[in-house]
């Protein structure tokens, strides 16, 4: 919380009272004031946030019902960002070009497609490119670090409901826990035979600026489930709180088999992207 603090000068040598320091009135904490200042928050930080290009680094982990290493992958790359206002979402897509230490000599030519083709047209077809590169039996292509603040966006955030969960002291302010349940569909993601995967997770909010800090979200689609956190720092460099990590768990289990997927991915070297892309 900002601190006012006041300084008087005494006129003379006697031990002057102490002044009590003015504080800024504290912010409202209820569900539906944190919750109208994140949206906010969202509004600029989309418009901020278009054509942004970083450095992806990815570690995977296959483990058996013993817990037992049965794959392993790391990939590394770029990742283009940016926020698609007629669909009401995000969309990242991956540039991968270096798999368990070898560079691929065949790649899609990211900046190409972006600048020549109707980026909301070949949106999905990209996205699903995002998936090319996993690993397990676990069919995924939600790795998105942003797929969280979907939540809240004007289109989707009414089929939600919100709880306050808990609040904390940081040096800014304090900080809200806000849960969220998915309550009505169309449901933001689906299962591969179109079914409904209705998601439930939670948002750490600044509850003075609305800024998210944290992200965490569940699905659940029949002996499947998985949950994906994302943290969000500040970069100077861009004047944004951006993601800096995805760390993701699924696990998957039939009668006495089970399967779990760790992966977690990192982000560094934010830029702009420099070309015009096409969206229409």
Same mark, same amino acid.
């Given at each position: 919380?900002?601190?006012? *603090?006041?300084?008087?000068?005494?006129?003379? @040598? +006697? @031990?002057a009272?102490?002044?009590?320091?003015?504080?800024?009135?504290?912010?409202?904490?209820?569900?539906?004031?944190?919750?109208?200042?994140?949206?906010?928050?969202?509004?600029?930080?989309?418009?901020?946030?278009?054509?942004?290009?970083?450095d992806? @680094?990815? +570690?995977? %982990?296959?483990?058996?019902?013993?817990?037992?290493?049965?794959?392993?992958?790391e990939?590394?790359?770029? #990742?283009?960002?940016?926020?698609?206002?007629? %669909?009401?979402?995000? *969309?990242?897509?991956? %540039?991968?070009?270096?798999?368990?230490?070898?560079?691929?000599?065949?790649? =899609?030519?990211?900046?190409?497609?972006?600048?020549?083709a109707?980026?909301?047209?070949?949106?999905?077809?990209?996205?699903?490119?995002?998936?090319?590169?996993?690993?397990?039996?676990?069919?995924?292509?939600?790795? %998105?670090?942003?797929?969280?603040?979907?939540?809240? =966006?004007?289109?989707?955030?009414?089929?939600?409901? #919100?709880?306050r969960?808990?609040?904390?002291?940081?040096?800014?302010?304090?900080?809200?826990?806000?849960?969220?349940t998915?309550?009505?569909?169309?449901?933001?993601?689906?299962?591969? =035979?179109?079914?409904? +995967?209705?998601?439930?997770?939670?948002?750490?909010?600044?509850?003075?600026?609305?800024?998210?800090?944290?992200t965490? +979200?569940?699905?659940?689609?029949?002996?499947?489930?998985?949950?994906?956190?994302t943290? #969000?720092?500040?970069?100077?460099?861009?004047?944004?709180?951006?993601?800096?990590?995805?760390?993701?768990?699924?696990?998957?289990?039939?009668?006495?088999?089970?399967?779990?997927?760790? @992966?977690?991915?990192?982000?560094?070297?934010y830029r702009?992207?420099?070309?015009?892309?096409?969206?229409?």
């Amino acid at each position: 919380m900002t601190r006012l *603090v006041c300084g008087w000068l005494a006129a003379c @040598a +006697i @031990a002057a009272p102490m002044v009590a320091r003015a504080q800024a009135p504290s912010p409202d904490m209820s569900v539906r004031a944190v919750i109208a200042k994140t949206a906010v928050y969202l509004k600029e930080y989309k418009e901020a946030l278009q054509f942004v290009l970083c450095d992806e @680094a990815t +570690i995977q %982990d296959v483990l058996d019902e013993r817990g037992g290493s049965a794959a392993h992958r790391e990939t590394s790359g770029e #990742f283009f960002l940016t926020y698609l206002p007629t %669909d009401g979402g995000w *969309v990242g897509v991956r %540039d991968i070009a270096i798999v368990d230490g070898v560079p691929l000599e065949k790649r =899609d030519n990211l900046r190409e497609l972006l600048t020549k083709a109707s980026f909301a047209r070949i949106g999905r077809q990209l996205a699903d490119r995002n998936a090319r590169y996993n690993i397990g039996s676990i069919s995924r292509n939600v790795n %998105d670090p942003m797929l969280a603040l979907v939540i809240l =966006d004007d289109k989707h955030r009414e089929r939600f409901t #919100f709880d306050r969960r808990r609040v904390e002291p940081s040096a800014t302010g304090p900080m809200v826990t806000i849960t969220f349940t998915e309550r009505e569909a169309p449901t933001l993601v689906r299962g591969a =035979d179109g079914s409904q +995967i209705f998601a439930k997770g939670d948002l750490v909010i600044d509850a003075v600026t609305g800024r998210v800090l944290r992200t965490a +979200i569940t699905l659940k689609d029949g002996k499947t489930a998985g949950t994906l956190t994302t943290v #969000f720092t500040e970069n100077q460099k861009l004047g944004l709180w951006l993601p800096s990590s995805l760390t993701e768990t699924y696990e998957h289990t039939v009668g006495r088999l089970a399967e779990k997927v760790q @992966a977690h991915s990192t982000y560094t070297n934010y830029r702009r992207f420099n070309v015009n892309v096409v969206i229409k």
